[in-house]
């Protein structure tokens, strides 16, 4: 069956460290994916897009990875802040689909 | 630029009535929108594809009388949630696409629903 996976565990981390977490899919061909950030009530605001033809893509403090052979994609936020807490979704757009797929998302705790 | 507004943020009913949530591109025009549910700790889940004039698409297991969506315009979708009953409450979140050459959508703040 087709799925997109994240760790459902909190991700707790001191400021300053660098944050990375995981998107696992299995049974899709993304043709693309994307991360979005979600804060507690309020709607998911869009973050980065990387194509399956790239294999990194990079937007200030933040960096994304995509491995279509593993099958992954990592997010990364370098020199984390506590503004940085929030959930992060992972969601993908499957090969000729129209609608995008998306994970539960991981929780980030960066403290001060 | 790309902003999505939703209307209202939060409802509370009571059982039996309907609610219409109003979506709404500020800076964009949006032939297409998109309906989603979020449970706690959970994947937003697609309910609906909204295309505008024309009929929506609904997912599978979603009742279409029941979640009735109406894309009047450009700008505006709406999601009417009819004969409300405590397990419809859940936090509704509309998207849209601004078009040709964006691959990513862009969210409403979300309406929660409460329903008594």
């Known amino acids: 069956s087709q799925k997109i996976e994240q760790n459902s565990e909190a991700l707790n981390i001191q400021e300053g460290k660098t944050a990375t977490l995981t998107c696992n899919y299995t049974n899709y061909s993304p043709a693309y994916l994307q991360w979005y950030r979600q804060d507690p009530g309020r709607g998911p605001v869009f973050l980065l897009l990387i194509r399956e033809n790239e294999k990194e893509k990079r937007k200030e403090r933040l960096k994304v990875t995509f491995d279509t052979t593993l099958k992954q994609s990592l997010f990364h936020i370098t020199a984390s802040q506590p503004a940085d807490s929030a959930t992060y979704l992972c969601a993908l757009d499957p090969t000729g689909g129209f609608k995008t797929i998306f994970g539960a998302g991981t929780r980030l705790f960066v403290k001060a | 630029g790309a902003v999505v507004s939703q209307h209202p943020s939060w409802v509370i009913c009571k059982s039996g009535t309907s609610v219409k949530i109003e979506c709404r591109s500020l800076d964009f025009q949006a032939t297409t929108m998109f309906w989603y549910r979020q449970f706690p700790k959970q994947s937003l889940m697609l309910m609906a594809t909204?295309?505008?004039?024309?009929?929506?698409?609904?997912e599978q297991g979603v009742e279409k009388d029941k979640f009735l969506i109406n894309h009047a315009s450009l700008t505006l979708s709406t999601l009417t949630v009819t004969s409300a009953h405590p397990e419809d409450s859940s936090f509704y979140i509309c998207?849209?696409?601004?078009?040709?050459?964006?691959?990513?959508?862009?969210f409403g703040p979300g309406t929660r629903l409460t329903v008594l």
């Open positions: 998207s849209a696409k601004p078009g040709q050459g964006y691959n990513e959508q862009f």
């Open positions: 909204s295309n505008e004039g024309s009929k929506a698409t609904y």
